[in-house]
C-alpha cells in the first residue's frame, strides 16, 4: 500500500477515535441530557451511531488537515542572518487645494 494511502487511513482512524471519544464523553457528562434522551428512545442507538458518523467526518477532515500542514514545516533555521533596512526619509510635496 503507498506511504499516502497508509497517511490518510491512520488520520482518519485516530479522527473516528477522537469522535468516538467525544460521543462517549457527551453522554458520560449527559449534555443537554442527551443520556437520558438515546436510553430512553427506541431509536437512541441510531442516534449515537449517527453522531459518531457525522463527527467522525468532522474530526477525520480536521485530523488529516492538520496532518498534511504539518509536513510543510520546516525544522532548519533560517539561513543568511538578519536583513535589515535603513529607513531614508523620502520628501513629498502637498499638491491638495
Given amino acids: 500500500m503507498p506511504r499516502l494511502v497508509r497517511f490518510y487511513i491512520r488520520h482518519v482512524l485516530i479522527g473516528f477515535g477522537l469522535s468516538a471519544a467525544f460521543v ?45 500542514m504539518r509536513l510543510a514545516e520546516d525544522e532548519r533555521p533560517p539561513r543568511g542572518g538578519v536583513r535589515q533596512f535603513d529607513a531614508i526619509p523620502v520628501p513629498v510635496e502637498d499638491r491638495r487645494c
Avoid: C, E, K, R
Avoid at 434522551?37 to 480536521?62: C, E, K, Q, R
Fill in 24 to 68: 462517549a464523553m457527551l453522554l458520560y457528562f449527559n449534555v443537554a441530557n442527551l443520556w437520558h434522551l438515546v436510553t430512553h428512545s427506541p431509536d437512541g442507538l441510531l442516534a449515537v451511531g449517527l453522531l459518531v458518523m457525522f463527527n467522525g467526518i468532522v474530526f477525520s477532515g480536521a485530523q488529516f488537515g492538520i496532518a498534511v
